[in-house]
């Protein structure tokens, strides 16, 4: 077949059902241009270290996969690697948590979407998602604890579609910026 090492101009990459990526992802760090990624319904638990290397990454999608945790190679390249990242979609994965800290968050995040996880509360860590504007988790076993929600304060557009959720915290009135609830 071609080989990707001849696609370096390639910018939007999609891999939809594929039981064995290894093989592809392991030449993926050739794509520099790549822009758009994504991985769907490919069994996947991790990305390959090298993701770390596509700088111009502004979209990834690893929506229908197992992680349980945003992978580490994202995290790993937030660390001032993936300067354009601006949207993270990870779908009915099991995720329950974000590991965002000050150092490793992308700083052009700016949407969110982690419907169908494991979520029972907003992400502490989101509040260093200082550009975050569109946070989606629709169908996550969401209980009454979103006061951390209140430290987004970037945030325009909020999604709860099918939560158990009963009530908003107070201090939602001072996110100025919301636009849609």
């Known amino acids: 077949g071609m080989s990707m090492s001849t696609m370096t101009n390639l910018n939007d990459l999609k891999i939809y059902d594929t039981a064995d990526v290894s093989s592809i ?11 758009h990624l994504t991985l769907t319904k490919c069994n996947l638990t991790a ?8 700088k111009n990454l502004e979209h990834i999608d690893l ?3 197992n992680f349980n945790e945003l992978p580490w190679a994202i995290l790993q390249g937030s660390r001032g690697k ?16 974000l590991r965002f800290t000050a150092e490793n968050v992308p700083r052009k995040l700016a949407y969110v979407n982690m419907a169908g996880n494991n979520f029972n509360a907003i992400p502490r860590s989101l509040k260093y998602a200082t550009s975050l504007e569109e946070l989606t988790l629709d169908w996550n076993p969401m209980k009454d604890k979103l ?14 579609k099918s939560t158990k959720l009963t009530a908003l915290p107070s201090c939602i009135s001072q996110l100025h910026n919301l636009e849609e609830l």
């Open 25 to 35: 992802l392991s030449e993926i760090s050739s794509l520099i241009q790549l822009t």
């Open 47 to 54: 990305v390959p270290p090298e993701i770390v290397l596509l």
């Open 63 to 65: 929506s229908y996969n």
């Open 82 to 97: 993936f300067p354009y990242l601006a949207s993270i979609k990870m779908i009915d994965n099991a995720l329950s948590g």
């Open 147 to 160: 006061d951390d929600l209140c430290n987004v304060r970037s945030l325009k557009t909020l999604s709860l």
